[in-house]
T-cell receptor, first 115, second 112 residues
């Protein structure tokens, strides 16, 4: 079974702090993703990466950056946290299967509160 | 980007009843996925569909990839209390393998 592990389940940070959310997957997947989930809005893609050191902006990249130094690890960085970044953050991974990518496999999420 | 239209938003049903939910999109998809999310957890994949018209079952769950490639439904038969949770549809846009769109979810409550 694919395992996607997010380092923290709950985080509370202050406005202006730099925040790191870490995600590790153990299935050698090429693709990794960061989403945020807010009530009524569904999942929105922040950034994704299809290879080491590669990154692509998703739908809502503003206020975030990412790092993919190793294939198994994808980090989401909030340079200066703001209260509107309070949310559930979900990491996911997938691999290339033929002409398609496999389904996304999600971690358990990190619920971030910015006060 | 445009998210999927998922309905209903919520359902309150009696144990043993059947459930149906669906998703529609204005875009053509090459993949439809259905996930379930329990409180405080990440979404877990239930069913993956890759061909128009495909009908796939996973236990009491059945899902179909619409012929038009713009819709999908999920049915749950003979619901039980552990079916409670939020069900999400997701679709992969045919023109972009990394463009995954999500529905806002259907919150299912099952009364014993």
């Amino acid at each position: 079974d694919v395992k996607v592990t997010q380092s923290s389940r709950y985080l509370v940070k202050r406005t202006g702090e730099k925040v790191f959310l870490e995600c590790v997957q153990d299935m050698d997947h090429e693709n990794m993703f960061w989403y945020r989930q807010d009530p009524g809005l569904g999942l929105r893609l922040i950034y994704f990466s299809y290879d080491v050191k590669m990154k692509e902006k998703g739908d809502i990249p503003e206020g975030y950056s990412v790092s993919r130094e190793k294939k198994e690890r994808f980090s989401l960085i909030l340079e200066s946290a703001s209260t509107n970044q309070t949310s559930m953050y979900l990491c996911a991974s997938s691999t290339q299967t033929g002409v398609n990518n496999s389904p996304l496999h999600f971690g358990n999420g990190t619920r971030l509160t910015v006060t | 980007g445009q998210q999927l239209n998922q309905s209903p938003q919520s359902m309150f049903i009696q144990e043993g009843e059947d459930v149906s939910m669906n998703c529609t999109s204005s875009s053509i998809f090459n993949t439809w996925l259905w996930y379930k999310q329990d409180p405080g957890e990440g979404p877990v994949l239930l069913i993956a569909l890759y061909k128009a018209g495909e009908l796939t079952s996973n236990g009491r769950l059945t899902a179909q990839f619409g012929i038009t490639r713009k819709d999908s439904f999920l049915n749950i038969s003979a619901s039980i209390p552990s079916d409670v949770g939020i069900y999400f549809c997701a679709g992969r846009v045919i023109s972009n393998n990394n463009d995954m769109r999500f529905g806002a979810g259907t919150r299912l409550t099952v009364k014993p």
